[in-house]
């Protein structure tokens, strides 16, 4: 059952975007197993959306893919809190999560309190060209996901085989330039009035610009380098430390 949600960003949390787990690239996988062993530790874990390459609720050989994944996340949700920011790869995850506070795209930002401060929390995919806005939700539309599981299902899983070959081929560690100008959109949002910090993934980018109304921080892409992020306040502010992730030889 899941329980209600904690609205504080504890200190030492740790935060992942991006990670694009897939059978073809299983560093999440490591770094999820380092937690349930107790080799990393953290009062709570948050995932800033598209930390699987593919997983959408009804498509049953996306959760064939991620299984593995999928169950030992499902395990260390019954250790530690974990918030998921659904992305625009993974989407209509409740029901595979019954222990993790899921928040879909629809009611992002999440708000959270640290230290005072009020930090808003998203996968990136909000202040977007109208355009993008009709297509994700077209995506997310669970009639059409049933449907596109029936058909992927009666043609031999076509659509997710060219999927992920496509994904396979994506490069995320791309620098965007002139990066500035869209965190600006922000700026004219109405939920960022009151807030004090915006945390989202979705660019890639591991940028950071405290020049703007607001505190900004685009995390870097777990897939690019390994990289995760923990809450470590300073002088009462509310500071990331960004730690590189590495798997132990054996």
């Known amino acids: 059952m899941r329980t209600s949600l904690d609205n504080t960003l504890h200190e030492g949390?740790?935060?992942v975007a991006d990670s694009h787990y897939a059978p073809w690239r299983t560093p999440?996988?490591?770094f999820l197993s380092a937690l349930d062993s107790g080799e990393?530790?953290?009062p709570q874990l948050i995932l800033m959306g598209d930390n699987f390459d593919l997983l959408f609720g009804p498509v049953t050989q996306t959760l064939s893919l991620n299984r593995s994944a999928i169950d030992l996340l499902n395990r260390l949700s019954l250790k530690i809190p974990i918030i998921y920011l659904e992305g625009n790869h993974d989407f209509q995850l409740s029901t595979l999560f019954p222990h993790i506070q899921v928040i879909e795209r629809a009611h992002q930002p999440l708000v959270l309190h640290h230290n005072g401060s009020r930090i808003a929390l998203l996968h990136g995919d909000i202040e977007v060209p109208w355009g993008y806005t009709i297509y994700t939700a077209f995506i997310r539309n669970r009639i059409l996901l049933y449907g596109l599981n029936f058909l992927n299902e009666t043609f031999s899983g076509f659509?997710?085989?060219a999927l992920s070959k496509k994904m396979q081929q994506k490069n995320h560690c791309h620098k965007i330039d002139n990066f500035e100008a869209i965190t600006k959109r922000h700026s004219k949002a109405a939920w960022i009035k009151g807030?004090?910090?915006i945390i989202e993934g979705h660019y890639h980018q591991n940028r950071h610009f405290s020049d703007l109304p607001f505190g900004y921080d685009n995390l870097g892409a777990f897939a690019c380098n390994e990289r995760i992020y923990r809450v470590k306040s300073s002088q009462n502010q509310s500071a990331l430390e960004e730690v590189i992730f590495h798997k132990e030889p054996q």
């Open 40 to 42: 990393i530790q953290t």
């Open 159 to 161: 659509i997710i085989n």
């Open 195 to 197: 807030c004090d910090r």
């Open 28 to 30: 999440f996988f490591d």
């Open 13 to 15: 949390a740790i935060l």
